[in-house]
């Protein structure tokens, strides 16, 4: 899929620059504003199964484990639910409604 290709390109460049600068809930909000909508961009034209959902929701928690150091799950999601952050495929399901 060309949007991940995108996304973990744009996700590359902000580690690239800040990982050892700013805070993780910087990283966070940066990533959730600018790189999340290149992941989800033109998906509204397609009807998308769970799998597909699933794959997106995949990506993000790659990058949520890259973030936090962690190879756990259960941590990504408990960061997640910390600091309020939605998986992707609830905001492509908030944004088609």
Not at 28 to 53: M, N, S
Not at 54 to 82: A, E, W
């Amino acid at each position: 899929m060309q949007a991940k290709c995108s996304y973990y390109a744009a996700v590359s460049g902000l580690f690239g620059k800040l990982l050892n600068l700013a805070f993780e809930e910087f990283i966070l909000e940066l990533v959730r504003t600018k790189c999340t909508p290149i992941l989800l961009y033109g998906l509204e034209c397609f009807q998308l199964d769970k799998a597909d959902l699933h794959s997106l929701d995949f990506t993000f928690n790659r990058f949520c484990m890259k973030l936090f150091k962690t190879g756990s799950i259960d941590i990504v999601k408990d960061c997640q639910n910390y600091f309020a952050i939605d998986l992707p495929s609830c905001v492509f399901k908030k944004e088609a409604e």
